[in-house]
């Protein structure tokens, strides 16, 4: 009787060894092999506005925060100027009109004369004519740029998205070059997920991704859309033609991150969809396995 207890014991502890082995090795190929990360991030381009003009800001059309089109107009730099500007420059185009028109007049009129007329006159009044057609086509120009800045006085959004961190207020000068205004590219939001080496294998393109963005429970799905093709060597010295690499320990390798990036596929309408924003990402490795075979 002891001995068939004694056996029971022991085959109750086999059974438990092996199901404790059997989870272990689980859990080990899901947190060392199996390619999923929680060191991921919802990423977008941000799109530093800046205008073509200088000058001082008369109207901030837009606020913090606000979900603008491509194209909206988010402020405006003071027109005066330009428009006084653009007058001037409509002014000296008549000018040039008329310089021109009085020079083919006199060029016609010493073409007319034929032999009255000096060689050395009919020369200078052809000369004087091809003067004047420059004239009018600088004029012309300066007339485009005239517009061209009064037009830029306007500076709009070039992309669809959203602003952010917006301190422009009227009666601020603005600089020529110089971005005023961030704005966050709605349309290249996507999920950047850091996969060590080790799990690159295993992960192609195309592949299916499921997305958790911390503090939401919705799920979003997605595919990964490209993998990084080089990352920076940290241990590298600059100032030498040779490569200065650390020493490292061959029992201590620690398996470098990748970027892998992810393009979401459908997001849901009560989705908060904000840059920065913490992802645990999964793999799906249905064609994954299909390529390694």
Known sequence: MNAFKLIGRIAVTLVFVAAAVFVGRQLWGHYMDEPWTRDA???????????????????VLVKDNQIVKKGDVLFRVDRDRFSIALAQADAALEGAKATLDQAQRESARQQRLGDAASVQQKEQAQTAEEQAQAALGQATANRALAQLNLDRSEVKATVNGSVSNLSLRPGDYVTAGKAKVALIDADSLRVEGYFEE??????????????????????????????????????RTSGSLLANITPTFSWVRLAQRVPVRIALDKVPDDTKLIAGLTATVEVSQQQSKVALQ
Do not use: C, N, W, Y
């Open 41 to 59: 991030r919802l990423r977008a381009d941000v799109v530093g506005i800046a205008p073509d003009v200088s000058g001082l800001v008369s109207e």
């Open 198 to 235: 080790t799990k690159l294998p295993r992960i192609q393109i195309g592949d299916e991704v499921s997305i958790h963005l911390m503090g939401q429970t919705e799920k979003l799905t997605g595919h990964v859309e490209s993998i990084a093709t080089g990352i920076e060597d940290r241990e």
